[in-house]
């Protein structure tokens, strides 16, 4: 925090300079070292930290904590903010359509609670095995209060990959990914996330959703069997 007040009295600093036509005689900000770090690179998740949270999961024994930590973790890596995660029902939010040849899509579609906007989430196949168990009620995953829910990734977060996350890192990662993944552009990512954009309008027809399956299908090919 202090680093972006620092960037921003350079800024007026600067203004203030070239509206009086002066000379920065006094140099006030020489040496001072201001390094501009992005939000998402505050929050960033590796391709090989997303993979030792992965491998953890499939060795977990499932309906353990860690295990139930784990899971909703990887469902938030396909973009969903913790939120969205406490009210996922299959009856209102699974679908499965025809893909190309034998490729059977999963996804679960859902409006964000944060911004209303409709999110996709992609579940390739090993995907939906490890993640999909949906509990007697028919939700995704049973309640839980949120900073229960924190302390207990970042306890495993800290064993795991030697430092604690929030759940957050996982949106990060899914934008990050997607982006570098050279499969898909902006506009899906804002599809999957459900980032409201006046460029964007929302998703109605299945047409667009099949579309953005099957770019994010090729972009995570090779990546479940790591």
């Not at 904590?65 to 969205?84: N, P, V």
């Not at 990959?161 to 899906?188: A, C, P, V």
């Not at 299945?206 to 099957?214: A, F, H, S």
Request: hydrophobic content about 35%; charged content about 30%.
């Amino acid at each position: 925090m202090a680093n972006q007040y620092i960037r921003y009295l350079k800024i007026v600093y600067g203004r203030v300079l070239k509206y009086f036509n002066l000379k920065d005689v006094r140099q006030a900000f020489e040496g001072v070292d201001i390094k501009v770090v992005k939000i998402s690179d505050k929050k960033s998740l590796s391709r090989e930290e997303y993979l030792t949270f992965r491998n953890a999961l499939a060795k977990a024994k499932p309906g353990s904590k860690e295990y139930e930590t784990l899971r909703r973790f990887m469902i938030m890596c396909r973009g969903l903010r913790y939120s969205d995660t406490q009210r996922i029902q299959k009856s209102e939010h699974y679908f499965e359509m025809d893909g190309d040849g034998d490729t059977r899509y999963r996804y679960l579609v859902t409006a964000a609670q944060k911004t209303g906007s409709t999110e996709i989430v992609p579940l390739p196949e090993n995907d939906a095995e490890l993640l999909l168990h949906w509990d007697a009620d028919g939700y995704l995953f049973p309640k839980m209060n949120y900073q229960t829910y924190s302390h207990r990734l970042r306890k495993i977060s800290l064993q795991l990959i030697g430092r604690e996350i929030t759940s957050h890192y996982g949106r990060h990662f899914t934008g990050d990914f997607i982006l570098n993944s050279g499969e898909m552009g902006l506009e899906d990512v804002k599809k999957i996330l459900g980032v409201k954009s006046d460029r964007i309008a929302e998703i109605y027809a299945q047409k667009d959703v099949k579309e953005v399956l099957r770019k994010f299908y090729r972009a995570v090919e090779g990546l479940e069997g790591e």
